[in-house]
T-cell receptor, first 112, second 115 residues
């Protein structure tokens, strides 16, 4: 298995632009998680889905952030409009029946 | 106060040393205690976990949980340069069966093992 796939691996954008991060979970996994990692705040859970349904989005920082999971093999995290404080590494992780979480390689986002 | 506190280090030790990494937590509902290892510019990967209190050993690694004092430890024996990474503790509640609730990560401790 290729593991969790994330794209792009790096994204540099200007403040105010829309950013879309993509994730393909491991085939057969039914839970998907979006995390954000910064030096100041560490690794924070933004939102997670179970069977494509958002279960807990309490970690989403504000309305500029939205996440979707249209099917079992694809999810997006969108930031619109982006701000410099959104600069971070965004990780997607997946698991089966909320067991061990497997993380993707992350997307390093820089907003200038 | 954060739910999980972890000293970020950095921690630098010579090869062969015994390493002790620690976390404290405040949520009494935590029953699963995970340790993740994260190499530079990679995603975290599960190293080992324990359920409830006690010790668990896996090769050179030992995880220890003391629920009475809400203290989590990871010991690395005979440390190697390849152990150089960030170690994150991540406790979780029990979601039923073998499932666990959302992970709450500590800040991570940066470990360097030098030859």
């Amino acid at each position: 298995d290729a593991g969790v796939i994330q794209s792009p691996r790096h994204e540099v954008t200007e403040m105010g632009q829309e950013v879309t991060l993509r994730c393909k979970p491991i085939s057969g996994h039914n839970s998907l998680f979006w995390y954000r990692q910064t030096m100041m705040r560490g690794l924070e859970l933004l939102i997670y889905f179970n069977n494509n349904v958002p279960i807990d989005d309490s970690g989403m920082p504000e309305d500029r952030f939205s996440a979707k999971m249209p099917n079992a093999s694809f999810s997006t995290l969108k930031i619109q409009p982006s701000e410099p404080r959104d600069s971070a590494v965004y990780f997607c992780a997946s698991s089966y029946l909320r067991g061990e979480q497997y993380f993707g390689p992350g997307t390093r986002l820089t907003v200038t | 106060q954060k739910e999980v506190e972890q000293d970020p280090g950095p921690l630098s030790v010579p090869e062969g040393a015994i390493v002790s990494l620690n976390c404290t937590y405040s949520n009494s509902a935590f029953q699963y205690f995970m340790w993740y290892r994260q190499y530079s510019r990679k995603g975290p990967e599960l190293l080992m976990y324990t359920y409830s209190s006690g010790n668990k050993e896996d090769g050179r690694f030992t995880a220890q949980v003391d629920k009475s004092s809400k203290y989590i430890s990871l010991f690395i024996r005979d440390s190697q340069p390849s152990d150089s990474a960030t170690y994150l503790c991540a406790p979780a509640t029990n979601a039923g069966g073998t499932s666990y609730g959302k992970l709450t990560f500590g800040q991570g401790t940066i470990l360097t093992v030098h030859p």
